[in-house]
């Protein structure tokens, strides 16, 4: 029985990529966990795309202001310090490379580090966003997502089906069942999820998978 990470956990995970000082932007669903849980002893200020640079935590129910959101919408806080501004000015710092991570959720991606992330077609979507400037402006990428979909589909193919928001810019992602690295035009299996073995990786992946002797389970 496959023991799959909740959203929290994998956000959890996530954010033990941060480093100290960093400037982190994160993406609409899984990736805005991510701000509960920065670790103990690392300073990061975290960005979004509508105007707001030092965003905190989500604000309990008694701390909810109505005006101050994030790019999905979604109400937040500011810590101590933090400045809003133009979304033309959070913008340029994006195209600029100004942000030093950026973590994006995605419907697919694939061994040549395409990303489709913004549109499937017959549903309705809130579409693109700042995802297209943040794969052309950031080096360093996350993608988190869960492994396959809710029909059991593996989001890690050979070839992107979906339209892309970025072609070749993707070197890590983290699912709820791995953590895996894109070289070569091949997934490289880094980490596994506790509890979760190998072969049921390599069953939910559809793209062509590199399977170390030994694979550790993810640090929590």
Do not use: W
């Not at 959203?7 to 993406?27: I, M, T, W």
């Amino acid at each position: 029985m496959t023991m799959a990470l909740t959203r929290d956990q994998l956000a959890q995970r996530v954010a033990q990529e941060f480093k100290d000082g960093y400037y982190v932007n994160l993406g609409i669903g899984i990736p805005t966990l991510a701000a509960n849980f920065i670790p103990r002893g690392v300073d990061v200020v975290l960005q979004s795309e509508n105007g707001l640079l030092g965003m905190g935590p989500f604000p309990l129910e008694e701390d909810i202001d109505a005006d101050l959101i994030n790019a999905g919408k979604q109400t937040v806080t500011m810590v101590h310090g933090a400045s809003i501004f133009s979304s033309a000015e959070s913008f340029a710092m994006i195209r600029g490379g100004h942000v030093d991570l950026t973590v994006l959720g995605a419907f697919e991606v694939d061994c040549q580090g395409n990303i489709a992330s913004y549109m499937i077609p017959g549903k309705i979507i809130k579409g693109m966003g700042g995802a297209m400037d943040l794969v052309a402006g950031a080096d360093n990428i996350i993608v988190t997502m869960t492994h396959a979909s809710k029909h059991g589909k593996s989001k890690l193919l050979d070839q992107c089906t979906l339209p892309l928001t970025g072609k070749g810019c993707i070197k890590r992602v983290f699912t709820d069942l791995a953590s895996l690295e894109i070289e070569n035009g091949k997934f490289v299996l880094k980490e596994r999820s506790p509890g979760v073995s190998t072969e049921e990786i390599i069953n939910l992946t559809a793209g062509e998978l590199i399977v170390p002797e030994n694979v550790p389970e993810m640090p929590f």
